[in-house]
């Protein structure tokens, strides 16, 4: 299985998708959640919508894999992705590079990257940004492996 620039598989699972939002596209403005109580509340309050933590715990766990619509559309309108996102697990449809290059820009607009980080790629030759991407490539695996392995002990 082959996975985009994002890290999540083309057939992800709803859990992976809904973590990977969690991770990279909170809301700015919003106070990150440390928890799934906060991040039930959170999403209340913006949309209006009563999702339980315990939801979201079985969202994120793959405990609960066929959410009501309401709920999708919650967290499709809480994070600013468009419904079709959530797609259908083992169907293979990427992530849209737009989201992908949203959650970039608000890396860089919260000073998480810097803007002269992403220049000085542009600058690169061929050759040593292919070596820049493999080293990026390299350390999102072992994140993920690592973020795996947290919350298989949790």
Not at 110 to 133: F, Q, T
Not at 138 to 144: C, E, F, S, T
């Amino acid at each position: 299985m082959t996975e985009d620039r994002t890290g999540v598989s083309p057939a992800a699972t709803l859990a992976e998708k809904i973590e990977w939002l969690i991770q990279n596209m909170w809301p700015l403005g919003v106070p990150p959640a440390r928890n799934n109580v906060e991040t039930a509340a959170a999403i209340h309050t913006a949309t209006g919508e009563d999702i339980s933590s315990t939801t979201v715990w079985k969202l994120r766990t793959g405990r609960q894999d066929n959410p009501q619509l309401r709920t999708l559309t919650a967290l499709a309108n809480f994070f600013g992705v468009p419904i079709g996102y959530f797609g259908f697990p083992g169907e293979a449809d990427p992530i849209d590079d737009d989201l992908t290059f949203k959650a970039l820009r608000r890396e860089v607009a919260v000073g998480v990257v810097r803007p002269e980080v992403l220049r000085a790629l542009v600058d690169l030759s061929p050759e040593a940004r292919w070596v820049v991407d493999e080293m990026i490539l390299a350390a999102a695996q072992a994140d993920r492996v690592r973020h795996r392995k947290e919350r298989a002990a949790d």
